[in-house]
């Protein structure tokens, strides 16, 4: 969440926005040959002994909307502790049948969530928690084949995702090995990414910020600055925009939320620098203009974002879009925001009530899911913090 000095982008419009977007643009016409990518990428054949979860998977997890859940929908009454106690918790992952898992980033445990109770079910290996490094995103994949809970996290070299099978039954969960999925992405100690999530398509969509290097967010040659989009085995889909690469969106500074609309709409938000905060829509080659525009701009080479915020607003991470409207959390606005898919946005639960809110997913019947963040080493934590909270949504009136 880090916000270098504005000076970082001075001088850079002429040399990036020139020549680097030109590159950019061309290889999405296919004009430019993709160059070869510094992260490692599984292969499509895995050599793992454990059942690939390649075909057929349950993409996201996500409960199915009831209803109700139509149109622009609001938070209804007051957040409801589902269980604290947390110590930097990053994100959260479910399954259909409504297992609740959450991460926290510098103890690198995953946590089941059962009966008000959060039991440790994992310890990801060689994870490096510095700064914002650490356990970040987790994703559920459930396929005829096996369960599976994937990871990004940070290493003494890299950020990289794993996956690890899951068994069990609800409440007693185990985790096996662990087995690579996409290593060598840029990792520093701030600008990370951090997020994954599996969309309606299947592939596993992943974040990857800077790693305060503003100029790799234009450069194919980096993965840094980017959305990524792979097969579950860490394969690269023949249909991404870029052959042979797993890039699916460039010109990002640190996005930290991403999530899908039912007609398959793809928003991501997106920390900015000193002036403006982002939520935007996703497509495939798509350039969001960092770090030669941050916010809203005039160069029809940069996608605009849908919203912006003033940076001391938002600082948002995890996302969620249900119904017609995109949840968003907020970790320096210590907010909740809702944003209609016109860019309508109202703000929710601030002036301290909640804290730095890390994440929010879809919940169980017309609800979601809110992850505070206040024992990150930013935030002023409370008694009972950090913790994870289950609020109600009604139809806006």
Known sequence: ??????????????????????????????????????ASVAPSSSPSAAPSPSASPSASAVPTPAAEDLGPLVPSGDPVAVVGGLQAPWSIAQLADGSVFVSERDTARILEVSS?????????????????????????????????????????????????PLSGTA???TVGAVE???????????????????????????????????????SLDSLGGKILRVAPDGSVPADNPFPGSPIWSVGHRN??????????????????????????VITPGGNYGWPVVEGIGSDPAFANPVQQ???????????????????MAGLGGERLWTIGFDGAAREWYQGGQLGRVRDVVRGPGSSVYLLTNNTDGRGTPRDGDDVLYQVGLVPAG
């Open 1 to 38: 969440m880090t916000r270098t000095s504005a000076r970082t982008r001075r001088g850079l419009g002429a040399l990036v926005g020139a020549s680097v977007t030109a590159l950019v643009l061309g290889a999405c016409s296919g004009e430019v040959a993709a160059p070869t990518m510094t």
């Open 116 to 164: 008000g109770t959060a039991t440790p079910i994992a310890t990801v290996p060689d994870v490096a928690a510095a700064g914002e490094g650490g356990l970040m995103g987790i994703a559920a994949l459930e396929t005829p084949a096996g369960t599976y809970l994937y990871a990004q996290h940070t290493t003494g070299g890299d950020n990289r995702v794993v996956r690890m």
């Open 171 to 173: 409440g007693a969960r």
């Open 180 to 218: 690579p999925v996409l290593t060598g992405l840029p990792r520093a100690s701030n600008h990370n990414g951090g997020r994954i999530a599996f969309g309606p398509d299947g592939m596993l969509y992943i974040t990857a910020g800077d790693a305060s290097v503003p100029t790799d967010a234009q």
């Open 255 to 280: 996005p930290q939320g991403i999530a899908w609309a039912a007609d398959g709409t793809m928003w991501a938000a997106e920390f900015g620098q000193d002036t403006w905060d982002e939520i935007n």
């Open 309 to 327: 915020w003033d940076t001391d607003d938002a600082s948002p991470s995890g996302i969620a879009v249900v119904g017609d409207t995109v949840f």
